[in-house]
């Protein structure tokens, strides 16, 4: 090994945790000498667990639960809070921008390194749709999904409050665009939350709210096959949910949702959950890429033709060995976990002279939830529906979360929302916390002072 082998991981999600996650422990005594340096740049000081983003959404799991630190489980490493905007790979340099640069005004700074790990995950993909930056919400982070409780309990309190019928409708509809598990499953956990708040209005029931999922394919949840996408469709719309199949959203400008096949919807909830596509980084270096924007990478995850660079998860296209010649894995969460962990035994490997392991894994199956008791699975072949693909929902993804703190801490809130009722409180106000303050500084008040969108 080298004197001191600098280590860069870019990105703090499931690759770049769990990577550095497992050289923490291969490479501990180099670690404890010092002849080995890990950093990790991430924009957020913690990983999100997104598989719970709608329970999070629907008040089952508290959102700190969602996320975990990176300075608690990567002790050992060096947690740089930014973001990476080029790397320059023949010179070993990443640049990036941190808090302190901004305020310091001094412009970005570099960073040198010996070895790359490349995980910045991916962003979502958006149309130039108009109105779709205005008055659209992601569903990809845990601020988007804390977001939306607030918004659709606030739109809630507007349609109990006011008399014009436009406003109440409009407050009432609730579209979401995209068919796979972030929009599904949304909408599925709101819509549960959402009926079960109805109850403490005296002016509002369940029927009176429309909610509406719009895919542009023939199909939802591709990822369970075809006949649990058919039970999908049809237990939604048995919850009066409208589920518009081979349908665009072509405009959302003034409030008003305009699809392809001619239906307009006025609404102040549009959630855009359709698809993404690779981190914008990895254009901004010198790595090979593929037609998709993804880095080529050979089975060992190491990037085609380049050494000393690794990639897994979103940013990577990593050949399936376990499938016919030409075919790549999935960019989802089940092989990232897995992948990292071989990345991470190959980077060891490679710094102590050591062969590579090749990276294997059969597909093996989804699960998804579609509100609480509620869900559809594919597992090995095995087809399951409502309770049971609910119940194996929430034991795969209990398994997966990170750290035994996690995992204890997300089993005693399920204990609890089982033994107690639901919270439908909306904290809109946290979105601007000081505005109460101003307002009694001598400000205007603002024109939203609840944060509704």
């Not at 501990?28 to 991430?42: A, F, H, M, Y």
């Not at 008040?59 to 489980?73: A, D, K, Y």
């Not at 973001?83 to 921008?97: F, G, M, N, P, Q």
Request: proline residues 6%.
């Amino acid at each position: 090994m080298k004197e001191r082998a600098r280590i860069l991981i870019v990105g703090g999600g499931y690759v770049g945790m769990y990577t550095a996650l497992r050289l923490q422990r291969q490479l501990k005594p180099e670690l404890k000498w010092g002849e080995v340096e890990i950093t990790v740049v991430s924009p957020d000081p913690y990983m999100t667990y997104q598989p719970f983003l709608p329970e999070a959404a629907a008040g089952s799991i508290s959102p700190r639960h969602v996320v975990v630190p990176l300075r608690r489980v990567l002790d050992r490493c060096r947690i740089v809070i930014g973001e990476v905007r080029s790397i320059d790979h023949a010179k070993r340099t990443a640049t990036l921008t941190t808090l302190a640069t901004e305020e310091e005004g001094a412009g970005a700074e570099q960073i040198t390194y010996d070895e790359l790990v490349l995980a910045p995950g991916s962003v979502s993909r958006t149309l130039p749709i108009p109105g779709l930056a205005d008055f659209a919400i992601g569903f990809k982070t845990v601020e988007e999904a804390i977001g939306l409780r607030n918004h659709v309990i606030e739109q809630m309190d507007i349609a109990s409050s006011t008399r014009d019928p436009a406003i109440r409708d409009a407050a009432l509809t609730f579209v979401f665009v995209g068919g796979g598990y972030a929009g599904v499953e949304a909408l599925g956990e709101l819509e549960d939350m959402a009926r079960y708040t109805a109850r403490y209005y005296a002016n509002l029931k369940p029927e009176d709210m429309k909610w509406i999922l719009v895919e542009a394919s023939d199909r939802i949840l591709p990822e369970v096959g075809e006949e649990m996408g058919r039970y999908t469709v049809s237990q939604l719309r048995r919850r009066n949910i409208e589920v518009r199949l081979e349908t665009r959203l072509d405009s959302c400008a003034d409030r008003v949702a305009v699809l392809s096949d001619g239906a307009r919807f006025p609404t102040r909830t549009v959630v855009w959950t359709a698809g993404v596509k690779p981190h914008p980084v990895l254009a901004a270096t010198d790595l090979p890429l593929n037609e998709r924007g993804r880095l080529k990478c050979t089975p060992q995850l190491a990037v085609d033709g380049v050494t000393h660079a690794w990639a897994a998860g979103d940013a990577a296209a990593v050949p399936d060995v376990t499938a016919e010649p030409g075919k790549e894995t999935a960019p989802n969460a089940q092989h990232a976990v897995r992948q990292a962990k071989v990345l991470g035994d190959n980077l060891a490997h490679t710094l102590r002279g050591e062969p590579l392991e090749t990276y294997s894994h059969k597909y093996v199956g989804s699960v998804a939830s579609l509100g609480l008791h509620k869900g559809v699975a594919h597992v090995y072949g095995r087809k399951l529906r409502g309770y049971p693909a609910w119940f194996m929902h929430r034991v795969y993804h209990l398994s997966r979360v990170p750290t035994f703190n996690r995992k204890a801490r997300v089993l005693a809130e399920w204990t609890l929302a089982g033994l107690f009722k639901r919270e439908i409180v909306s904290l809109g106000s946290l979105e601007h916390p000081r505005a109460e303050f101003e307002l009694a500084a001598g400000g205007k008040p603002p024109n939203d002072p609840k944060g509704s969108s």
